[in-house]
């Protein structure tokens, strides 16, 4: 089956630029996600790209894919304090049912 | 306000209880789904539901049951409560696919 696997933590320092990355192994996925956890919050959509494109830039967010090593990777530039919160990427084909598969999720930590 | 609507926000409740779970997913979606996210298991699909028929099922126990009524709000059935049931129960709703998921801000169960 599908699966979607994500590294359990990163700390990074305010200003930095953090990178959280995914690997995920359906070839099939036509869309792929990244949803931000705040704590005590739901899944807050946060950016997403189709398959057949390699890079999406959204203000400090930017995503690139691979589609070739299936690997997704999320770069928030300039992270803040308020950056801190639980990331999750999930992966989804064109489906009628619109399942989504999701990674463990990145815990990711920004000191001052 | 995500536009899906999860009550209530924290339950409490002793074991081998049952309790009920509702959704009001985002007006116009026809999809719902559940997860479960426990701090040890991370995020768990449990059911989907697609305009009132379960499209598909994940790791939900035979003690949990669900259901989406014509006015597409779903209701999720924990029954025989154990200890381990405790956490954060996650409603989703979406619209079609390359949508993503809308999520609930949760519902909080507490087994003791």
């Known amino acids: 089956g599908e699966d979607v696997e994500q590294s359990l933590f990163l700390s990074v320092r305010e200003g930095d630029s953090s990178v959280i990355n995914c690997t995920y192994t359906?070839?099939?996925?036509?869309?792929l996600y990244w949803y931000k956890q705040e704590p005590g919050a739901g899944l807050q959509l946060l950016t997403y790209i189709f398959s057949n494109m390699d890079m999406k830039q959204d203000q400090r967010l930017t995503v690139l894919l691979n589609k070739k090593d299936k690997h997704l990777s999320l770069r928030i530039a300039d992270t803040q304090t308020g950056d801190s919160a639980i990331y999750f990427c999930?992966?989804?084909?064109?489906?009628?049912?619109?399942?989504?598969?999701f990674g463990g999720g990145t815990r990711l930590m920004v000191k001052p | 306000d995500s536009g899906v609507t999860q009550t209530p926000k924290h339950l409490i409740t002793a074991t081998g209880q049952r309790v009920t779970l509702r959704c009001s997913p985002r007006?116009?979606?026809?999809?719902v789904y559940w997860y479960q996210q426990s701090l040890d298991q991370g995020l768990q699909f449990l059911i989907q539901?697609?305009?009132?028929?379960?499209?598909a099922k994940g790791n939900i126990l035979e003690r949990f049951s669900a259901q989406q009524f014509p006015d597409l709000h779903s209701e999720l059935n924990l029954s025989s409560l154990e200890l381990g049931d405790s956490a954060l129960y996650f409603c989703a709703s979406s619209v079609r696919p390359g949508a993503g998921y809308t999520f609930g801000s949760g519902t909080r169960l507490t087994v003791v």
């Open positions: 359906d070839s099939s996925s036509t869309y």
């Open positions: 007006s116009g979606d026809l999809s």
């Open positions: 999930a992966e989804g084909s064109n489906n009628a049912g619109n399942m989504l598969t």
């Open positions: 539901y697609y305009n009132g028929e379960e499209r």
